[in-house]
C-alpha cells in the first residue's frame, strides 16, 4: 500500500464528497441512460456536474483516487464510469489506524 497517494487523495475535500457520494450513488445521482449506478458505477459527466467542476478537473480527482487504488473504472461506450473499491477502502482504514 503506497502510503502518500492514499493520504493525497483524502487530504482534499472534494475527494472525500466524491467517496462520500459513491457511497450510496441512487442517494446522489440520478438514473443514467447507460450503466447501473450500483452495478458499472456513476458516469464521470454525473460526478462532475454534481461537484460543479469541468470533466478536465474531474478527471485529475478521478486519477488520483484511482492511483490510490480507492475507486475502480469501467468504460461503456465513450463513457467512463467510477465506484468505491470497498475493499481496498477497508485496508486503508485498517492502514490508518496502525500508523495512527
Not at 469541468?54 to 488520483?64: I, K, N, Q, Y
Request: aromatic share 6%.
Amino acid at each position: 500500500m503506497q502510503e502518500a497517494e492514499i493520504f493525497k487523495a483524502i487530504a482534499n475535500p472534494r475527494r472525500l464528497q466524491i467517496l462520500d457520494w459513491l457511497k450510496d450513488p441512487t442517494a446522489h445521482f440520478p438514473p443514467q441512460v447507460d450503466g447501473d449506478l450500483v452495478k458499472d458505477g456513476v458516469c464521470a459527466l454525473l460526478i462532475a456536474d454534481k461537484l460543479g467542476v469541468t470533466p478536465a478537473t474531474l478527471s485529475e480527482h478521478m486519477r488520483v483516487l484511482s492511483l490510490a487504488g480507492l475507486v475502480r473504472s469501467k468504460r461503456i461506450k465513450q463513457w467512463i464510469f467510477y465506484q468505491r473499491d470497498e475493499d481496498r477502502i477497508g485496508a486503508v482504514k485498517a492502514m490508518v489506524q496502525e500508523c495512527l
